[in-house]
């Protein structure tokens, strides 16, 4: 079993900055995939940003210059900084693990943390 721990998010203006966290822990094999989905009031999850083991990076179009996603393979932590935020960013970001152990696949998610951007 993967546990993530996250630290960040919180209130901020419209232009400004925020830097989520997520370290993991535990039983950890491998893990392939780390990231950060979102979910606003309403609305389905959503990808925001993902990177491999490998470095391939994937950004939702909305965040795309804008957020910066970052990888430490070694500590197991992922960080997503999050610049020029919008009201429309408002949301709970979850850190998200993909581990693919022995040919079966398993998905961790943190418990959330919020970030609301005011206009």
């Known amino acids: 079993q993967v546990q993530l721990v996250e630290s960040g998010g919180g209130l901020v203006q419209a232009g400004g900055s925020l830097r989520l966290s997520c370290a993991a822990s535990?039983?950890?094999?491998?893990?392939?995939?780390m990231g950060w989905y979102r979910q606003a009031p309403g609305k389905q999850r959503e990808l925001v940003a993902t990177t491999t083991s490998g470095g391939r990076i994937n950004y939702a179009d909305s965040v795309k210059g804008r957020f910066t996603i970052s990888r430490d393979n070694a500590k197991n932590t992922v960080t997503l900084q999050m610049n020029s935020l919008k009201p429309e960013d408002t949301a709970v970001y979850y850190c998200?693990?993909?581990?693919?152990?022995?040919?079966?696949?398993?998905?961790?998610w943190g418990q959330g943390t919020q970030v609301i951007v005011s206009s």
């Open positions: 535990g039983r950890i094999f491998s893990i392939n995939v």
């Open positions: 998200y693990v993909w581990e693919l152990r022995s040919a079966k696949s398993y998905d961790y």
